[in-house]
């Protein structure tokens, strides 16, 4: 990935008018920013609002969670972002696949009633919470998030989401660090990242 936000090249298109993975991809390389050392020593963090400021490039994004979600998992009723990234990638993608959207809060967000969930992060430990209300049993709901690390956000996502009754049907990803072995603690979960690193 590139600290360059530049994407001036043309971008091919398939017979559909949408455009290929491949260049999708080369896009968030070059607009997705890395910032060493935050938001502590030894995190090397991958900001994203350079893409989500190209106009073209985030509705490429979108596009192209939301035709893999259709072609691998089919209809999903909800679509559960994390806060606070995942929010802003989850209810464009919930759009697009006429689905709803649920919000993952950090605690003490959402006024009650409340589900929560506690867990570990690479650099920090913390809490999330949903409206378990909102969860009709047996929803098909589809995980997003902007960065799959350590996979401990998903993890707790997932098993809140089903604490509340909801199959989850997969998790959808911008980025994906190989090296932070996130997969391996969403074991039986099928995923899907638009770019992976290492």
Known sequence: MSTDASSAAPVRVRPDGTPARDEVVRRVHDLVRLVPDYPEPGVLFRDITPLLADAGAFAQVVATIADEVVARWGEVDLVAGMEARGFLLAAPVATALGAGV????????????????????????????IHPFTIRPGARVLVVD?????????????????????????LAFLVEILGLAGR????????????TVD
Do not use: N
Not at 184 to 195: K, M, N, T, Y
């Open 102 to 129: 649920v919000p993952v809060r950090k605690a003490g967000k959402l006024p009650g009633p409340t589900a929560s969930a506690a867990y570990s992060l690479e650099y920090a430990d913390a809490e999330i919470e």
């Open 146 to 170: 902007d960065v799959l690390a350590t996979g401990g956000t998903a993890a707790a996502t997932v098993g809140l989401l089903r604490s509340c009754g909801a199959q989850v049907v997969g």
């Open 184 to 195: 391996e603690r969403l074991a039986g979960l099928e995923i899907d990242s638009v770019v």
